[in-house]
């Protein structure tokens, strides 16, 4: 089990006294916080630049606040979005696009060609798009897109499954695919190390904490040698000034990616945000930035209060950990977890009917999916109010 940081009553106070005139469900955004979160994550950076995943945050009034041009996206269409609001001046979606409409928005747009670029792995991304486009489009940008897992004996694969290239020659070989196609450029390489970043290696059971740091260690040496190996090989077929990034990293590997000489840029956005699924971190211990409030509207024993609504589950493996987490002594029960119409919780100091209970959820951008604002605190008070993606009818899947 996770341990929880404690937010102490005089944050509660603070976040009660600003909202005391909202009634739930409703969400906010701790601004100091928040800032402190950008502070850590660009000190444990050391100097590298961050590029900022905006799946993280889903809120451009927040992107903005960030001051980070460079952006990782999660869809073209976000991309193509944010270049059209000038969020972002250097604009990467961080997977492979088969979107044929959003993919011929983009070759149709000068600027956004000249800001926005796409993740490939195969050469049959390069086929869907001259397939889309049409052989003869104008140059698009395009990241090759290295897998980062680690595999330490044949078939045993830790890490996400996402690209199929991961040995030098295998690099090389598409680098030689993009550059003997007219209509592409390569700029970029990117490898995103998710057993590292993403993996939590203090969640106070010991042996299986151990046994993370020890897989972490070890798939960092691996990589780092690796990932050297592979951008010398894309070099040599693009050319020495052919790359303008490589970009590795998250919010939970940012010390190992910094420590790689041939990483160039860092990928970060959850630390910013601090939900449930960082707290057990030895590397970073960013302070809960986003939550949000629901009332509650059922006592149905001496035991039990009952939220109405709390069903906001993140995605990933179906666990504990991807439930959302009251703040404070309470917790869900085992029966009914976090419910699409009532989440009952148990505790020893319940609250009363119509009170609210803060709660926070498991990853840092998916909350703003369910809401269509969040309110901006700072001190005892609302400064601003701001839409998130889905409050200005983005939804980009």
């Not at 409409?101 to 991304?125: F, I, P, Q, Y």
């Not at 840029?265 to 971190?281: P, R």
């Not at 009952?344 to 998916?366: N, T």
Request: net charge neutral; aromatic share 4%.
């Amino acid at each position: 089990m996770i341990d929880r940081p404690v937010i102490d009553r005089a944050v509660i106070d603070r976040w009660d006294r600003a909202t005391a005139d909202l009634d739930p469900p409703f969400a906010i955004v701790d601004l100091d916080a928040f800032d402190a979160n950008l502070d850590d994550l660009l000190a444990r950076a050391g100097g590298l630049p961050i590029r900022l995943a905006t799946k993280s945050i889903r809120c451009r009034a927040l992107v903005e606040r960030a001051g980070l041009r460079r952006l990782m996206c999660y869809a073209l269409r976000e991309a193509l979005w944010h270049a059209e609001q000038g969020t972002g001046d250097d604009l990467l979606v961080g997977y492979p696009s088969v979107d044929r409409a959003a993919l011929r928005a983009l070759a149709a747009d000068d600027e956004a060609r000249a800001r926005v670029t796409l993740m490939v792995d195969a050469v049959g991304h390069l086929d869907l798009v001259d397939d889309a486009l049409g052989a003869r489009h104008p140059e698009l940008r395009v990241c090759l897109d290295l897998d980062a897992a680690w595999r330490p004996l044949p078939g045993v694969h830790v890490g996400a499954r996402r690209s199929p290239v991961r040995t030098p020659r295998a690099a090389a070989r598409l680098a030689r695919e993009i550059a003997a196609r007219p209509g592409f450029r390569l700029v970029g390489l990117m490898a995103y190390e998710g057993q590292i970043a993403g993996v939590p290696d203090a969640t106070g059971a010991r042996p299986r904490d151990a046994a993370v740091r020890w897989m972490q260690a070890r798939s960092a040496r691996e990589l780092a040698g690796r990932r050297g190996a592979v951008v010398r090989a894309v070099r040599e077929v693009a050319g020495d000034g052919a790359l303008e990034f490589v970009n590795g990293g998250g919010s939970g590997s940012v010390e190992t990616t910094r420590a790689d000489p041939s990483v160039t840029e860092i990928a970060a956005g959850s630390a910013l945000i601090g939900s449930t699924l960082f707290d057990g971190y030895t590397r970073m211990h960013p302070r809960p930035a986003v939550a949000y409030a629901l009332p509650v509207v059922r006592r149905p024993d001496g035991r039990h209060a009952t939220l109405a609504g709390g069903g906001w589950v993140a995605s990933g493996p179906a666990a504990a950990s991807r439930l959302p987490s009251p703040v404070g002594d309470l917790a869900l029960t085992g029966t009914e977890g976090a419910g699409e119409v009532q989440t009952p919780l148990r505790g020893r100091d319940l609250p009363a009917l119509g009170e609210r209970v803060w709660m926070r959820h498991a990853k840092a951008g998916e909350l703003a999916e369910h809401v269509t604002e969040y309110h901006l605190v700072r001190g005892g008070e609302i400064v601003r109010t701001v839409p998130t993606y889905r409050g200005e009818g983005q939804a980009f899947g």
